[in-house]
Nanobody
């Protein structure tokens, strides 16, 4: 059993930065591929980025490539999402997710556990 707690969201102007955190409980965090997803009002949850359980492989959505960076600290049971050059279209609730597999997946249905979400709002 893994519990995920998302934090770090907030209100920021376009061009600004935020760093999201996802803290996981449990001793087996290093066995989980992780992902970040986001969901804007009236839209489906969409993939943002995934990372392997060792942190050596990542895969980004084209919409965030070059602006967002994911990393993880298995000693702290935490995965991070650094978001730079934020745009109004990045406004959404951001969720982290854990999958008992080497690498995260682009499909939300492949994940075993989800955080509660953290709101990111980017003003123009």
């Amino acid at each position: 059993q893994v519990q995920l707690v998302d934090s770090g969201g907030g209100l920021v102007q376009a061009g600004g930065s935020l760093r999201l955190s996802c803290a996981a409980s449990g001793r087996t965090f290093s066995r989980y591929g992780m992902g970040w997803f986001r969901q804007a009002p009236g839209k489906e949850r969409e993939f943002v980025v995934v990372i392997s359980w060792r942190g050596d492989r990542t895969y980004y959505a084209d919409s965030v490539k070059g602006r967002f960076t994911i990393d993880r600290d298995n000693a702290k049971n935490t995965v991070y999402l650094q978001m730079n050059s934020l745009k109004p279209e990045d406004t959404a609730v951001y969720y982290c997710a854990a999958r008992l597999w080497e690498l995260g997946s682009l499909r939300p249905s492949d994940y075993d556990y989800w955080g509660q979400g953290t709101q990111v709002t980017v003003s123009s």
